[in-house]
């Protein structure tokens, strides 16, 4: 074997030499321990310092994203509890609107009901020139209020005079020659609609000895049936300048 | 004779291991291969001495160099992207396991020679 440096050094001198480095590679192999243990302590992987960092990175970014996702599931769920119950709420406060506005006649209405309609009577005599007498033959304010009362107490549900929709504070009276209904003036005929059970307010009517029975043995009034009729919304002005509402005690149900 | 190295590792060992040195643990890698570096030349010196072809200056340069240059191809190896951390350990390991089977075989024959002369 040809020598590359120096003589092979015979005997066991190299028994010491090799002692010598082992000293040093003991001091590197502890020394390496020790760095070891420090990396093994501080929790994360020593190799690929690049791919360490990234891991680190990554981990971090997951924990935040985990976060956020919690978060969002979170209002979401808020978000459909509030949906659910605020579309409840909402129908529930439209329809009972919806009632008020046809209780106080704020809206038109339709359905069954009967038509009447209101005029003097064709049986006057025409030489006849008593007042007192024709005063008989001609419709009274005191005619339509007694007919309208009749169809309210027979069930109906919304009766309108010419066009002007009966509510809570309606009146019907008349001044000199001409009838207020509402307060706006109305002529013959007077055409009476009411919605109900158009037999229950017919019969009502033709009750003998009723309201209407003198206004039936004149010829003064025409009923009508009818599968559809529409009666129209209120359409003057409704304030409350003196009423104001009584506190009430909460409703238990809602 | 042969227990001597054993001797020496074990001071040198006790020497860093007592007080408690340690690097920032960044370089625990790199220092755990220069270990493995050291080691290989370790072997290699033992091996060249029963081989009777131990030369000092290639024994102590290839110890100082190896476990540096097996550092510092590591150090380059991640800064580049490419991992010769894993080719130096097989590369070092290989030699290990080679060097320490030469040696373990020296030592079979040499027993066994001397065993049948005071047989």
């Known amino acids: 074997m040809s020598t590359i440096a120096s003589p092979p050094s015979r005997g066991k001198g190299w028994v010491f030499q090799v002692t010598a480095l082992c000293i040093v590679l003991g001091m590197l192999l502890a020394l390496s321990l020790r760095t070891q243990r420090r990396a093994v302590s501080e929790g994360i992987p020593n190799r690929w310092p690049a791919l360490r960092a990234e891991f680190i990175n990554l981990k971090q970014q997951n924990a935040s994203l985990q976060k956020d996702l919690a978060e969002y599931k979170e209002r979401y769920e808020e978000l459909l509890r509030k949906q659910a119950t605020g579309q409840a709420a909402t129908l529930g406060l439209e329809s009972v609107l919806q009632e008020a506005k046809m209780l106080a006649g704020q809206i038109a209405v339709h359905g069954p009901g009967i038509i009447v309609t209101l005029h003097d009577s064709p049986k006057r005599d025409v030489n006849e020139t008593r007042p007192e007498v024709i005063e008989n033959y001609i419709v009274h304010d005191y005619d339509i209020r007694a007919v309208v009362n009749e169809l309210f107490a027979a069930g109906a549900e919304a009766i309108s005079v010419n066009g002007q929709r009966l509510i809570a504070t309606s009146s019907i009276r008349c001044v000199g020659p001409v009838i207020l209904v509402n307060s706006v003036q109305v002529a013959a005929p007077y055409v009476i609609k009411a919605i109900g059970k158009p037999d229950v307010l017919q019969k009502a009517l033709e009750l003998p000895g009723g309201a209407a029975d003198g206004l039936f043995l004149l010829d003064m009034i025409e009923v009508k049936q009818q599968p559809d009729i529409t009666v129209p919304a209120y359409s003057g002005s409704m304030r409350f300048y003196w009423a104001k509402p009584l506190p009430q005690p909460k409703e238990k149900s809602r | ?119």
């Open chain 2, 1 to 119: 004779m042969i227990w001597l190295p054993l001797v020496g590792l074990a001071i040198g060992f006790q020497i860093y291991w007592l007080p408690g040195l340690s690097l920032p643990s960044s370089v625990a890698a790199y220092l755990s291969l220069a270990t493995l570096a050291g080691l290989d030349s370790i072997f290699g010196g033992i091996r060249a001495g029963i081989e009777g072809k131990f030369h000092d200056d290639i024994f102590f340069s290839g110890f100082v160099v190896n476990t540096l240059l097996a550092a510092a191809l590591a150090y380059l190896g991640d800064q580049i992207g490419v991992d010769l951390f894993l080719a130096a350990v097989v590369a070092l390991g290989g030699r290990i396991f080679l060097n320490l089977s030469l040696i373990r075989r020296y030592l079979l024959t040499e027993t066994r020679l001397r065993w049948r002369r005071e047989g």
